[in-house]
């Protein structure tokens, strides 16, 4: 009974005694009669570790792994090194707090550090965060610190993941910020109809690079339309196509976003992820969320803290820069040990092989009558088809056969993803299933 | 220590991935990246040995006593973690149909009805990542319902002075107003002053109960019920659940929504500032708002995604939230089970009295009759006496292998320490930290002037805080 409490029940019962205490009723006097739970709670008794093992293994074996994923739509599985697991498994980073105590968090300190800098690298700001919840919240986040007094509208891209949108649109509802979709066509940005919502009223417009389709837009040429307008140019990427795709930087964003998940996290039913968010220098005091800086210590050594404090809610309550209070550290420590690994030629070559793999895959999926290509631009690691038959049949069929096919975008439509993990073998196999179906 | 920029050469790495076996891609220029990139070039080993070398400068709670405050650090059973590592739950995709993932939608209707049944609410969702997102997903609920009702003048939300940081910065994110109640000098809410403060614009009012001084508000009742009356709802802050677990629920309070914090009351790690998890419950006249998609169970015992939700508030936040966490915090509930729940809430209120009655003739405790789950400790007077501050005696602890309990809140004590020893700390190591906050108080007040040295024997002194802020250096610059 309550596993993990030391003290026997022996020794309760004297330190009671020690505190003047009859039993633990009187621990309670200050609790009002009138809110009192005078039952049992409505659940199961305690439980042996190995009770609970087996009850917790079931539910899992309840879910179905694949071992051939070509759905991406958000959530992508890449292969994740052994270091990476080792790493991140240490008890020190499980189980500590959020690093106040300087003195004793240097480990994790100057891990955020380390990754902050490599957000940097990556995407071509000046000013990482230490992280946020998501790639939907990082982009929502980004939305609010973009806005000012004339400037309350916010533009997305209609090619943008609709989950993000979603999100924003919950975040600007009740800060009364404008939210206007920009249309598309083609499955890009359409530049004409983008121009004429972008105003003097424009707070910003966020981009999808390589958008949800998969799709590669014209990044510096939606730039150039957002700067003439004076408007903060937002970009939301796949961060492993940072590695040989523009940056955001290059493209002339304001601030770079997104999901930091293919960064070495488990695909993990959805979360927990990261959300990585980096800007301008001249943007630096509007950056939401934890911050590591470097400094030194009263003997001169170098040491690493919070730091810019002064935006936080701690400090400025509702005056804060946004409410959070917290980071995905053990997240974002993931993804920093992932690129650590990784390296400059690791992460390029994660990335050529992921649009490598898709293309190989769109080229064969072609041949089939009735799959063809819908948007005919250039893409990374994810594209859209045609169905000759029915999408979720058709899925039912990969299902049975062990594949996790495309994701479903209508009945007719799906929209495909391959990584560094998909084999030429598997995508053989997945076509030979197709020929099959399709007939 | 270096910095891992600082380590390995040009050309080193590890061998990861295998050549392409399908044709490569060129890429067009226009899309090509032209700056270099700048990452590690570590062999594995440099690469391992630099994250123990971190790990060591690192100190969890598997390291020694933790008492912060309405932070709960309490011990991370293993199993949780072992569980969060099923491939079952973590090799999913969040997209993958209601049949293959029966298992994961189990265990989010399980948890649901546990914390709910631990709360006293009817629903939950647990899309929201962490407690000041569960704050704002709660406000935004409570917005929702009163705009449904056309009641569109509440724009106020009431807090008392002792509330986290994170609540009326959360109230400020739903774009309300925050109108700030004071405490009565025993630490209560003051009632007279709230009746004061509700209105017609009174839109809720947000508390955590026990309150951030440790104590059980004895009129809860009658604050709530003020609430209700002037016709705004009561939001149920989360992070001091576990004191009264098995024996008062926020439903019974009177609340209408609350959020957890499953990193606190139900064990699961805090990981060095996250990943957690903010769960919101509300009450049945909230339901409808609460964030889409929701888990529900079928007639014939399946579990679905419902998107079929017109008056939710929306999404906060992809997919379904931080689900390894709540893995782990079902694991956890199923060990401890009802009677072990309330067992650890006993305990956790059982050895903060216990450390505070050992303490009360050393240290000035303002509110020290009785306290719930923490308690707090008031260095004014030696701040004007000796000149030795919270912070002094906070940073002395460190030098006995110690972390600190957390300094300067609640903002409405002078030179607070609010200790919270949780229930997973045996009688030895509180009498230890008896021990030693005793020799400190000793220590510092007579040598005051040894007091802003500490620590002496941890990694690094204290670090210089204002011109980290000053001058800001976020990142390393290769090729400086």
Redo the contacts between chains.
């Keep these: 009974m309550g596993n993990y409490v030391p003290n026997t029940l022996e020794e309760q019962e004297a330190m009671l005694g020690l505190i003047g205490m009859k039993s633990s009723e009187d621990l309670f006097v200050q609790v009002p009669k009138g809110v009192r739970l005078n039952r049992e709670f409505d659940i199961p008794s305690s439980k042996s570790e190995m009770e609970v093992s087996r009850i917790m293994t079931s539910m899992a074996e309840k879910n179905k792994i694949f071992k051939t994923i070509f759905r991406g739509a958000g959530a992508y599985r890449h292969y994740i090194p052994s270091i990476v697991k080792q790493i991140t498994s240490k008890e020190e980073f499980i189980t500590s707090y959020t690093p106040y105590q300087a003195e004793i968090s240097q480990g994790v300190l100057q891990s955020i550090f380390e990754y902050q800098t490599m957000i940097c690298e990556l995407t071509g700001m000046d000013v990482s965060n230490a992280s946020v919840y998501d790639g939907a919240t990082a982009a929502a986040e980004a939305i609010i610190m973009s806005v000012e007094r004339k400037r309350n509208k916010a533009i997305i891209s209609e090619t943008v993941d609709p989950q993000i949108l979603e999100t924003i649109k919950t975040y600007c509802k009740s800060l009364d910020i404008e939210v206007v979709v920009a249309g598309a066509s083609n499955g890009v940005t359409d530049l004409a109809n983008l121009e004429k919502l972008l105003d003097e009223e424009t707070a910003c417009l966020l981009l999808q690079q390589p958008n949800f389709y998969g799709q590669l837009e014209d990044a510096e040429k939606i730039g150039r339309l957002v700067a003439e307008k004076g408007a903060k140019y937002i970009i939301s990427s796949n961060p492993i196509s940072l590695g040989i795709l523009k940056t955001p930087a290059e493209y002339g964003a304001d601030i770079a976003v997104g999901e930091g998940q293919p960064f070495g996290i488990p695909l993990s039913f959805g979360g927990p992820y990261l959300g990585f968010m980096a800007t301008k220098e001249k943007l630096m005091r509007k950056l939401p969320g934890r911050i590591v800086g470097e400094t030194t210590d009263n003997q001169g050594r170098r040491a690493f803290v919070l730091t810019l404090q002064a935006r936080e809610q701690h400090i400025r309550r509702e005056k804060a820069s946004s409410n959070i209070c917290s980071n995905q550290a053990l997240c974002a420590m993931t993804a920093a040990v992932y690129l650590d690994a990784m390296g400059e030629r690791g992460l390029k070559q994660a990335a050529e092989l992921s649009m490598a793999k898709a293309h190989y895959l769109a080229r064969l999926l072609c041949e089939i009558d009735g799959f063809n290509i819908i948007y005919k631009g250039e893409f990374f690691n994810e594209f859209v088809t045609s169905s000759p038959i029915n999408v979720d049949k058709l899925m039912k069929i990969l299902e049975d056969r062990g594949i996790l096919g495309g994701y479903p975008l209508a009945n007719d439509k799906i929209l495909w993803c391959a990584t560094e993990v998909n084999t030429k073998e598997e995508i053989h196999k997945l076509i030979d299933i197709l020929k099959e179906v399709a007939v | 220590?270096k910095?891992?920029?600082e380590k390995g050469s040009t050309g080193r790495?590890?061998d990861?991935?295998p050549p392409?076996?399908?044709?490569?891609?060129n890429?067009?220029d226009?899309?090509?990246?032209?700056?270099k990139?700048?990452?590690?070039?570590?062999s594995?080993t440099e690469?391992?040995r630099?994250?123990?070398?971190?790990?060591?400068?690192?100190?969890?709670?598997?390291?020694g006593f933790?008492p912060?405050g309405s932070?709960t650090?309490?011990?991370?059973?293993k199993?949780n973690?072992?569980?969060a590592k099923?491939?079952?739950?973590?090799?999913?995709?969040?997209?993958?149909?209601e049949?293959?993932?029966?298992?994961?939608l189990?265990?989010m209707a399980l948890a649901e009805?546990?914390l709910c049944?631990?709360t006293g609410m009817d629903n939950m969702s647990f899309q929201p990542?962490?407690?000041?997102?569960g704050?704002?997903t709660g406000l935004?609920l409570i917005?929702a319902y009163h705009e449904k009702r056309g009641d569109s003048k509440r724009d106020k939300i009431i807090v008392p002075d002792s509330a986290h940081?994170?609540n009326?910065?959360?109230?400020?994110?739903?774009?309300y107003k925050?109108i700030n109640v004071p405490s009565t000098n025993e630490g209560y809410v003051d009632v007279d002053a709230l009746r004061d403060a509700v209105g017609e614009d009174t839109a809720g009012f947000m508390l955590t109960n026990p309150n951030t001084l440790g104590?059980?508000e004895?009129n809860?009742?009658e604050i709530t019920n003020i609430i209700h009356q002037a016709g705004g709802l009561n939001y149920y802050d989360g992070a001091n659940l576990n004191a009264?677990m098995?024996?008062?629920?926020p439903g019974?309070?009177g609340f209408d929504v609350v959020h957890l914090n499953l990193h606190k009351t139900f064990?699961t790690?805090?990981?060095?500032?996250?990943?957690?998890s903010g769960p919101v419950g509300c009450k049945l006249l909230l339901s409808d708002y609460l964030?889409s998609p929701r888990v529900i169970k079928g007639a014939e015992g399946s579990y679905h995604l419902s998107y079929d939700n017109p008056d939710s508030?929306?999404?906060?936040?992809?997919?379904?939230?931080?689900?390894?966490?709540v893995?782990r915090a079902?694991?956890y509930?199923?060990?401890?089970?009802?009677?072990?729940?309330?067992?650890?809430s006993?305990?956790a209120?059982?050895?903060a009295?216990?450390m505070m009655?050992q303490l009360k003739d050393t240290y000035h405790i303002p509110f020290s009759d009785?306290c719930?789950h923490e308690f707090i400790i008031s260095l004014e007077d030696l701040k004007k006496e000796k000149g030795v501050s919270a912070l002094d005696v906070?940073?002395a602890m460190?030098d006995y292998g110690m972390?600190?309990p957390t300094?300067y809140?609640p903002l409405n004590v002078p030179e607070a320490l609010m200790v919270e020893p949780t229930?997973?700390?045996?009688?030895e190591t509180l009498d230890e930290a008896v021990r030693v906050y005793k020799k400190i108080y000793e220590e510092v007040t007579s040598n005051p002037e040894l007091a802003h040295g500490y620590?002496r024997n941890?990694?690094?002194?204290?670090?210089?805080?204002v011109?980290?802020?000053r001058n800001?250096?976020?990142?390393?610059v290769?090729n400086k």
């Design positions: 220590m910095l891992i920029f790495g590890c990861l991935l392409s076996d399908v044709p490569v891609i890429l067009e226009k899309f090509k990246r032209q700056s990139l700048n990452l590690p070039n570590v594995e690469l391992s630099h994250y123990t070398e971190l790990m060591k400068k690192t100190f969890g709670v598997n390291d933790y912060l932070c650090m309490k011990y991370n059973p199993i973690d072992d569980m099923l491939p079952g739950f973590t090799d999913i995709h969040p997209l993958q149909s049949e293959t993932t029966q298992g994961a189990e265990v009805e546990y049944e631990i990542a962490a407690g000041a997102h704050e704002f935004q917005k940081g994170t009326p910065a959360s109230a400020a994110m739903v774009g925050v104590l059980f004895a809860i009742l009264i098995g024996i008062a629920r019974d309070m064990s790690p805090h990981g060095g500032g996250g990943p957690g964030p508030i929306g999404r906060v936040k992809a997919f379904y939230g931080n689900f390894l966490v893995v079902l694991t509930i199923l060990s401890l089970g009802k009677e072990g729940l309330k067992h650890a006993i305990n209120v059982l050895n009295n216990y009655h009785h719930m906070a940073k460190l972390h600190p300094m809140f229930e997973t700390e045996s009688k620590p941890t990694v690094i002194g204290r670090p210089d805080e011109g980290a802020a800001p250096v976020l990142r390393y290769y």
